[in-house]
């Protein structure tokens, strides 16, 4: 799966191999994303984990569309950049284009929708590191700024200095690595800047992110099914429990995930069939007994369903861990 290199205690770095959904659940920190894949085939990609002190870092990069939603963390900052995409983003159901800069307070449910092959970085640290970064800048030094959600657009010429900068301190500590004390002090100011940078000289550059109706009425139905199990639930169940118009179900799924309900709710079950397969012992767990527990209950159809959306059967997807 990967590879590790530690040089000191407080200066660490790993590099993860993207062959499945599961490594993507934890893209930054210790962070655990839900994930559901939406595009068809075998996901691939490289994930970079980096960290300086209590400073966390990460870039990555994947191959097919897929929604990730969930908190970060419950106390600390994630700054995130988009830096490439294949048919766009959507963040809270709002545009997101390379070289935007994206602000999750602590406790902040992340949303985000990537149509397509994508490569991302992102820093999280506590609010104390930046409001002692940036002291001196009256508007970002105020703790009050960063409780909340905020969207930054900004040119994406930034995005290969910012590649640039984490490449050269991926290859530092993979050959010989940096010292304690001053130097890693500096790597950590070098890494908070990069991302914060841009925000410090223009903060006017952001809006606050409210969340938008069709994106709230997604969450609701994800509380939903999350409440009952995680189930099969059909269409007019939701609209039913809910309270809403068919019209109304469609629309909100079309805006905020370029989808409709069924397919969506379809991959998601199965995205979660994969996960419990990807992390099941082959000796231990059967394929039937998990995907019936999660609603699927003709087996041949759920297996071409499997097939077609994750480019393996399922019995593969379970002795992939064997292996």
């Not at 770095?13 to 210790?30: A, D, F, M, V």
């Amino acid at each position: 799966m990967g590879r590790a290199w530690t040089t000191q205690d407080d200066v660490r770095l790993r590099s993860e191999r993207i062959n499945s959904i599961e490594t993507l659940k934890n893209p930054i920190g210790n962070s655990q994303i839900e994930i559901v894949q939406l595009g068809r085939g075998r996901l691939s990609g490289e994930l970079l984990h980096g960290r300086i002190e209590d400073v966390a870092f990460s870039r990555g990069q994947f191959s097919l569309s897929v929604r990730a939603t969930g908190v970060f963390s419950p106390d600390k900052i994630v700054v995130g950049t988009l830096l490439a995409c294949v048919g766009g983003s959507r963040s809270l159901g709002d545009p997101v284009v390379p070289g935007d800069v994206l602000m999750h307070p602590p406790g902040a449910e992340h949303d985000r929708l990537y149509e397509g092959a994508a490569r991302f970085a992102g820093v999280m640290c506590d609010p104390a590191e930046i409001l002692d970064l940036f002291v001196a800048e009256e508007q970002v030094s105020d703790p009050e700024f960063w409780t909340k959600r905020r969207h930054f657009r900004f040119t994406d010429r930034r995005t290969g200095a910012l590649g640039a900068l984490l490449a050269l301190l991926a290859g530092r500590l993979q050959h010989g690595g940096i010292p304690q004390g001053a130097a890693a002090e500096y790597w950590k100011r070098s890494v908070l800047d990069a991302f914060i940078g841009p925000v410090a000289m223009e903060p006017g550059a952001g809006r606050e992110r409210p969340v938008a109706s069709s994106t709230r009425i997604v969450h609701d139905v994800e509380r939903y099914l999350q409440k009952n199990g995680n189930r099969a639930v059909h269409v007019s169940e939701i609209c039913e429990k809910l309270k809403l118009k068919r019209r109304t179900l469609y629309r909100a799924f079309d805006e905020a995930l370029g989808i409709g309900p069924i397919e969506f709710l379809r991959a998601k079950r199965l995205s979660m069939v994969h996960l419990r397969l990807r992390q099941a012992s082959p000796d231990e767990t059967g394929v039937l007994d998990v995907a019936t527990e999660l609603g699927f209950l003709e087996f041949g159809r759920f297996a071409q369903q499997y097939r077609a959306l994750f480019g393996e059967y399922p019995r593969e997807t379970l002795h992939r861990n064997a292996r």
